[in-house]
């Protein structure tokens, strides 16, 4: 056996032993992704976290990913392998900020992207991913919507619903930084690729777009297309996945910059250590918790088309 090998084989045995489950998401590095019990979107994972009765759950992923596990199972150790990794979207808008905002437009419902920290979803009424975001502000039924952090998902939200959507000026760097011009190349080079993108991205770029979803919505669009070429705009880790799980098809990177430094700090031997030491947890303060569980579950109680 080599050393990745008998990794593998501790990791898996130890997990067994602390009836500990591993989350990771879709933008991980290959093989945190194939040693994952379960690997998805922020959406999928949420749900995920909500449904397990494993005792531990080791999430790999980003910070506000594990507090979002934390606010649906309070009962559970939730553990992030690495405790800086973080998300520059998240760390965009404040609580403080948002209470600012929501004095700018009174009674207006806050619709809160899970990429924010448990503070802002407990300032706010309901959440969303870049899954549910259009049903999400639809269900509220409001004329005027608060949309936070994130512009450019507001944006898209926006030419979808006619209702007034407030947003905050948050952005990924990530996606925010595929300029038109990056993804015109790509698509000259593949003339007949599928252009799939997500959300986070300007909406210049998904103006060009064919298909735009979250992580897993790609995954899913990608496994039930006839087509056989694909251009990616999002984090190039989803195309493991996507590989892995279409032989034969070929995707492309839209840009080989758009990767996210954060998401690729966990590796096997941080899975082992966090499994190993049962630290760091990530636990959110019972009143925050409360406020911020009672955003996310409204938005796992609204119907998906
Ligand atoms: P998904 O919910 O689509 O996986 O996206 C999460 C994310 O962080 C995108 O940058
Ligand atoms: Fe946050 Fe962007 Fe990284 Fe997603 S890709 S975790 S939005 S910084």
């Known amino acids: 056996m080599n050393q990745k ?10 997990a067994r032993e602390k009836n500990a489950i591993i989350l990771a998401h879709n933008y991980q590095v290959p093989e945190v992704q194939d040693i994952a019990d379960l690997t998805g979107d922020s959406l999928a994972l949420s749900i995920q976290a909500s449904k397990t009765d494993a005792a531990m759950i080791i999430f790999c992923g980003v910070h506000f990913m594990a507090e979002a596990a934390s606010i649906v199972c309070p009962d559970k150790k939730v553990i992030i392998p690495v405790e800086d990794a973080g998300c520059a979207m998240a760390d965009m808008l404040t609580a403080e900020q948002l209470r600012g905002l929501k004095k700018e437009h009174p009674g207006a419902p806050v619709v809160t992207y899970v990429n924010s920290s448990a503070e802002v979803k407990a300032e706010s009424d309901i959440c969303c991913t870049s899954a549910n975001a259009v049903q999400v502000v639809k269900w509220t039924g409001a004329r005027e919507v608060i949309m936070t952090p994130d512009r450019n998902l507001a944006a898209w939200v926006r030419r979808h619903t006619d209702q007034v959507i407030h947003a905050w000026d948050g952005y990924c760097p990530i996606h925010d930084d595929l300029s038109v011009v990056e993804l015109k190349k790509a698509m000259a080079e593949h003339p007949d690729a599928v252009v799939m993108a997500h959300p986070e991205c300007t909406e210049q770029v998904l103006e060009l777009a ?3 979803r ?8 990608a ?3 006839s087509a056989e070429e694909f251009i990616v705009a999002t984090e190039n880790g989803l195309i493991h996945a996507l590989e892995k799980e ?3 098809k070929r995707f492309f990177f839209a840009s080989a910059n758009m990767i996210c430094k954060d998401m690729k700090k966990t590796g096997l031997p941080e899975i082992l250590k966090a499994l190993e030491d049962e630290t760091p947890e990530v636990k959110v303060p019972e009143d925050i918790r409360i406020k ?8 796992l109680q609204v119907p998906r088309d």
Request: charged share 30%; glycine share 6%; no cysteine.
């Open 5 to 14: 090998e008998e990794l593998i084989v501790r990791i898996k045995d130890l």
């Open 210 to 212: 064919d298909v735009v």
């Open 214 to 221: 979250s992580t897993s919505g790609m995954l899913d669009y």
């Open 223 to 225: 496994k039930s297309s």
């Open 246 to 248: 279409n032989p034969g």
């Open 292 to 299: 911020a569980y009672r955003a996310v579950d409204r938005m």
